[in-house]
């Protein structure tokens, strides 16, 4: 007999919409599956609605892998990751890193393989995804000719899943720092230690955005390794790069001076703060970026998480000179386009600067969105022109 989960008419609906994850309260029954096994999915009179991957620990019980009755086995992984590989590759990007695998979005659920030059970082979300590893690997060993793969297997989701949280070198061999190039920016990239995996890949097509309106005097907020701050450098009189972390400040300044560029002088500072303090100097910008971390990383930090992103953005709305950019960005899932389309607005009314929406803009393409699954809907970047 094999392992089987039966779902009630409301999980049966969810799949149909298009939604891979159905939650404990949706399944009815589970049969001979261990945790992380594929599992068949039946519905109402035993009908096989497709296989998912199973968990017994996170509210989401089963994600859906395929809504056909076919046969999950290697070829069927090989047959997933290849057209993964190949969207990516018929994207022409100008970028030795870049996303891989962008889990849901590729039918590879709970599953993140990001590429930095020949070495993949992987990240294995549910417990489906990190027993099916040792099958995955060598498979995108063998389709991209990586020479090594490391496995970023810290994130905190993964306690939801009851796993260990671990980074674990799978296949050959990884550095302690990767050469990669976004468009004409080299990189040299911490894969075993970096934020996320390394870099932020989900903002490359941002920053050429910005570079289309950026110029003057250019504050980057939230720089992490100064990806705003170098791409906008050449445009730029002149580029104040801040960040919290030390390590990062260490790292903008590095990048800075191996690409040749001079203008860009990187903080260690609180932007909440030092807008204040900017403020207080009467200082003036021509473009500012803001790119926080996730205020709202689950519901309850919603109103918390607005009022942060309030904040900042109606600071730096009084910072502009007429004419000039803000590109803002939110990567919280929590706070939707709407919600912070919201926010900006608020911005715009207490700063009494009007404001236009130049571009709207989400996550690069090599981390599409599936319709149907807010989930994969993450980052909201918008272009704002100080008109008066
Ligand atoms: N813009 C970057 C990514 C930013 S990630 C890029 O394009 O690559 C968010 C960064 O904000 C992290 O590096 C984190 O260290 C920093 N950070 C978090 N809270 C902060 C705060 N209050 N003030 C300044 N930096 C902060």
Same mark, same amino acid.
């Given at each position: 007999m094999s392992a089987t989960a039966r779902i009630t008419p409301r999980g049966e609906d969810r799949i149909r919409a298009g939604h891979p994850w159905i939650y404990r309260s949706d399944v009815r029954e589970v049969t001979d599956a261990s945790p992380g096994a594929v599992v068949r999915v039946t519905g109402a009179r035993d009908k096989v609605l497709g296989h998912a991957l199973f968990s017994d620990q996170s509210q989401i019980v089963l994600r859906m892998l395929t809504r056909s009755d076919v046969e999950i086995d290697r070829a069927f992984w090989r047959a997933r990751l290849e057209a993964a590989i190949a969207f990516r590759q018929s994207l022409g990007l100008d970028a030795t890193a870049y996303r891989l695998v962008h889990g849901e979005a590729d039918l590879l659920p709970s599953l993140i393989v990001d590429r930095y030059g020949d070495v993949l970082v992987l990240q294995a979300l549910s417990q489906g995804m990190d027993r099916l590893t040792s099958t995955l690997v060598p498979l995108l060993v063998e389709l991209t000719g990586a020479r090594g793969v490391l496995a970023r297997n810290d994130p905190k989701v993964r306690q939801l899943e009851g796993l260990e949280q671990k980074v674990e070198l799978l296949h050959g061999e990884v550095p302690p720092t990767v050469a990669v190039h976004e468009g004409p920016i080299a990189y040299e990239v911490d894969v075993w230690h970096g934020q996320k995996t390394g870099l932020f890949l989900d903002q490359r097509e941002n920053r050429e955005a910005a570079l289309r309106y950026a110029r003057g005097r250019v504050l980057d907020g939230f720089s992490y390794h100064g990806g705003f701050a170098m791409r906008l450098a050449p445009v730029a009189t002149t580029v104040v790069a801040l960040d919290s972390s030390a390590d990062a400040v260490a790292r903008i300044a590095h990048n800075a001076a191996m690409n040749g560029i001079a203008n860009i002088e990187? &903080?260690? =500072?609180?932007?909440?703060?030092? +807008?204040?303090?900017?403020?207080? %100097?009467? =200082?003036?910008?021509? /473009?500012?970026?803001?790119?926080?971390? =996730?205020?709202?990383?689950?519901? =309850?930090?919603?109103?918390?998480?607005?009022?942060?992103?309030? @904040?900042?953005? +109606? &600071?730096?709305?009084? +910072?502009?000179?007429? $004419?000039? #950019?803000?590109?803002? #960005?939110? #990567?919280?899932?929590?706070?939707? %386009?709407?919600?912070?389309?919201? !926010? +900006?607005?608020?911005?715009?009314?207490?700063?009494?600067?009007?404001? /236009?929406? !130049?571009?709207?803009?989400?996550? $690069?393409?090599?981390?599409?969105?599936?319709? $149907?699954?807010? @989930? /994969?809907?993450?980052?909201? #970047?918008?272009?704002?022109?100080?008109? $008066?």
């Open positions: 990187a &903080r260690e =500072a609180n932007v909440f703060d030092e +807008l204040r303090h900017l403020e207080r %100097e009467n =200082a003036r910008f021509d /473009t500012i970026v803001l790119d926080p971390p =996730a205020f709202a990383r689950n519901k =309850a930090a919603v109103p918390k998480a607005i009022a942060g992103y309030k @904040e900042i953005n +109606l &600071r730096a709305l009084r +910072l502009l000179e007429p $004419g000039g #950019c803000l590109v803002t #960005c939110s #990567c919280s899932y929590n706070v939707d %386009e709407a919600m912070f389309g919201q !926010v +900006l607005y608020e911005a715009s009314v207490d700063s009494h600067r009007p404001v /236009t929406v !130049v571009e709207k803009r989400m996550q $690069g393409r090599d981390h599409p969105v599936l319709l $149907g699954v807010p @989930e /994969t809907y993450y980052l909201k #970047c918008f272009i704002l022109r100080v008109v $008066g």
